[in-house]
Structures are given as structure tokens and as C-alpha cells.
């Protein structure tokens, strides 16, 4: 696998300046999506991350997609494929967010938002749940 294009999809920000100026007990969205042209073996990817906390200082939406082109082996073996999708791909694009957003708010003139690390295998073994 290797990494065509990661880029910045959609943006939202906005600081409400009367609220304590602290984002620490965030409550956080995050959707992930895909799809994938088995043609030309190219994956389209999107991770998105809100805050959902009504009281927070800030209120953020930033989505971010990639393209990735797979190997023929790592398209064959079907866990090793979903691995790929669900955990991997998303897993490389969220420093991307959480890089856009503490830059944000430091540009903004507040103090930064750092997104925690996320554990995209649970993640992935909820949403299976899910969808079963």
C-alpha cells in the first residue's frame, strides 16, 4: 500500500470567547469512510472529527480523505485487507486532523486543542458489532 493523497476535506471552527477558555474533557464524533475502485485497486478514505459537548470553548468539524493504491497480495488476503481499511488508514490520517486543529486554534489566538490518540482496532471492533 502506499499514500496518493491525503488532504483537508471540510473545516469548521469557531471560539466563543465568554466560555472558560479550556478544552480538556472533550467529547468527540469521529465517522470514518470508504470506498474502493478494485479496477484500479485505489481506496478513497475520509476520517471525520466533531466535538459534541454543547459547553466546550470551541466548536470543530474537520474532515480530512486519502487515496491509497493496494497490492495485489494485500487485496487477496481479506483480514489482512480489512485491517488495512478500517484500522491502518484511518490511523494514518488522524495526526493529520489532530495537527490541523492545534494549529487552528494557536492561529486563533487560543490556546490549542490536542485531540487524544484514538484506538481505531477498538473503533473497528465496535462498528463491526454494529453493522452485524
Known sequence: MHIIDIRLLSCR???????????????????????????????????????????????????????????????????????????NIPAIIYPYIREHLADLCRRAGSPPVFLPPVNFVKLAKIEQRTNN
Open 13 to 87: 471552527y469557531s471560539n466563543t470567547p465568554d466560555k472558560k477558555d479550556s478544552a480538556e474533557d472533550l467529547e468527540l464524533e469521529i465517522q470514518c469512510g470508504k470506498s474502493f475502485n478494485e479496477k484500479k485497486k485505489i481506496g478513497t478514505f475520509r476520517v471525520k472529527v466533531r466535538n459534541t459537548k454543547e459547553d466546550e470553548p470551541y466548536s470543530f468539524m474537520l474532515e480530512y480523505g486519502g487515496k491509497f493504491k493496494f497490492e495485489d497480495v494485500e487485496i487477496e488476503d481479506q483480514e489482512t485487507f480489512d485491517r488495512l481499511q478500517n484500522v
